[in-house]
């Protein structure tokens, strides 16, 4: 697919904070719009396979990965600032420019591959869709890129090599040179043998047309012009067969040699080099099945230490474990839990504190959580309570009932951390992005409408059953 399809077919926006220097307490952020991913055109119909159902920045934020429904992964390349002027400044030029203040990110289209394809489990006589669930960068000391994507089974490592390709502006328009070059690289390139790849008749009579047609006025040049980016992508490994249920999580563990895949009631431990086994470190299926009170909803490794990992339920709950206690994580977890959230119930409550989203902050200490109601920040030496409670849907307790019955209220909402780890962000209807930053001591926070053109003020009150779950910041 080309890029000016991609631009129409997928929408995902881009914020920047306009930051100001000051003394403490800081100065609250003002966001500004930077870019549009995937914009469509006025009239295009969008249809189900083009939404994105996945999105990841990669550590050093100059690469963005993006899954659709339709199992086709986008990356994104940041082209701005240093990335560009390299080419044209001396490295003295270089240095006397600032471009912290005036240079805004900008991401180009990189590359496009299809990772997933629909398939079927004749086992359980059950479709699988090609809908790509999570894309995880996977940290590596070489210069090529590698990336996880899965679906609801099945789980692939690409590898994203970069590639330097010359564009050709104008050819030699020779007859006889341009079919002795095509010939030529049948010939290397297919069949690698000897023996011509067309047949001696074919060939002259083929010569001979294009030698009649041609001008004898041809001119014999060619042109190169600037060398290109590009990128190859190649399928590394395929970790499949080792869920019953879908799978919602994948986590790259700080030791750059093992991930987690999760679904609903297991916890599987990989080796990124071993596809056909894996390690049960957690399972929550109880012996029968009537028994089972809640579900693994998300689950994510510690980003410094590889021995800690999380996850959370659909009670609310984040489970904090070390592998080194036991292989077996099952009862060896420390329990994050609200303890002011044990007043009067109701039958929506345990619905709303369903956690959806969970993110670990760079330095690990603080875990940030999203369930239908609020945004909460967790600090990992504290078990008790959150450290901060973000009310983003509190409006909507009044319409439980109404949202209950159009299936509005298991809607899932993604949460994040900044690059820096001082501000996070939320989605709500409406294409709203509610932004928060943790040392300003306020819960308000900004609230902004993800649109080219954010003008209108947000209705509290009247919500748009319009799903935004950000994903980046």
């Known amino acids: 697919m080309s890029e000016d399809k991609t631009k129409r077919t997928r929408t995902s926006s881009y914020w920047k904070p306009a930051m100001t220097l000051s003394s403490d307490p800081p100065a609250p952020l003002d966001w500004k719009f930077s870019q549009v991913f995937g914009e469509r055109a006025p009239g295009d119909d969008l249809q189900d396979v083009d939404m994105i159902s996945a999105i ?11 899954g659709d429904r339709g199992g ?19 490295r003295h030029e270089l240095e006397q420019l600032d471009f912290t203040s005036t240079q805004h990110p900008e991401f180009q289209f990189k590359t496009e591959f299809q990772g997933h394809e629909p398939e079927f489990d004749y086992l359980k006589s059950v479709e699988i869709e090609e809908k790509i669930n999570k894309v995880r960068w996977c940290a590596t000391s070489s210069g090529s890129q590698f990336m996880l994507s899965t679906n609801d089974k099945t789980i692939k490592l690409w590898k994203v090599k970069e590639c330097k390709v010359k564009k050709v502006k104008e050819m030699n328009t020779h007859p006889f040179t ?6 030529l690289a049948e010939r290397s390139f297919v069949s690698r043998e000897d023996k011509p790849a067309v047949a001696n008749g074919y060939r002259q009579e083929w010569m001979e047309k294009i030698a009649k047609n041609a001008s004898p006025s041809q001119d014999m040049h060619s042109k190169v012009a600037d060398m290109e980016d590009t990128a190859h992508t190649r399928c590394r ?7 019953d249920f879908n799978i919602n999580s994948i986590s790259n563990n700080s030791d750059c040699e093992t991930f987690l895949s999760a679904d609903d009631l297991r916890i599987n431990l990989w080796n990124l080099e071993i596809s056909d086994q894996c390690f049960n470190i957690l399972d929550m299926k109880p012996a029968n099945m009537e028994d089972l009170t809640e579900v693994i909803t998300t689950a994510e490794f510690h980003p410094i230490h590889c021995n800690l990992l999380a996850y959370s339920s659909s009670r609310g709950f984040i489970r904090l474990v070390d592998m080194r206690q036991s292989a077996l994580c099952d009862h060896s977890a420390r329990i994050l839990q609200d303890g002011d959230s044990h007043g009067l119930k109701s039958f929506f409550t345990e619905i709303i504190a369903s956690i959806s989203d969970m993110k670990f902050s760079r330095d690990g200490r603080h875990i940030l959580s999203r369930d239908y109601m609020n945004l909460k920040l967790w600090d990992t030496h504290m078990d008790s309570s959150p450290v901060a409670i973000y009310k983003i849907h509190e409006h909507l307790r009044p319409k439980l009932s109404e949202l209950y019955n159009n299936d509005r209220i298991f809607d899932r909402f993604g949460c994040c951390f900044s690059g820096d ?12 992005v509610r932004i928060f ?20 003020y947000p209705l509290p009150n009247s919500p748009q059953i319009v799903n935004f779950g950000v994903g980046v910041i």
Request: hydrophobic share 30%; glycine share 10%.
């Open 178 to 183: 341009c079919l002795d070059n095509m010939l």
């Open 421 to 432: 780890g001082l501000h996070f962000a939320t989605g709500s209807y409406s294409n709203l």
């Open 72 to 90: 086709r992964c986008i990356i994104f390349e940041r082209k701005d600032g240093k990335h560009t002027l390299n080419q044209h400044h001396s």
């Open 56 to 66: 990841e920045f990669d550590k050093s934020g100059d690469f963005l990965a993006i």
């Open 437 to 456: 930053s943790g040392g300003d001591g306020s819960e308000e926070g900004a609230t902004i409408e993800a649109s080219k053109t954010p003008n209108r």
């Open 237 to 243: 490994k395929v970790y499949a067969h080792a869920h």
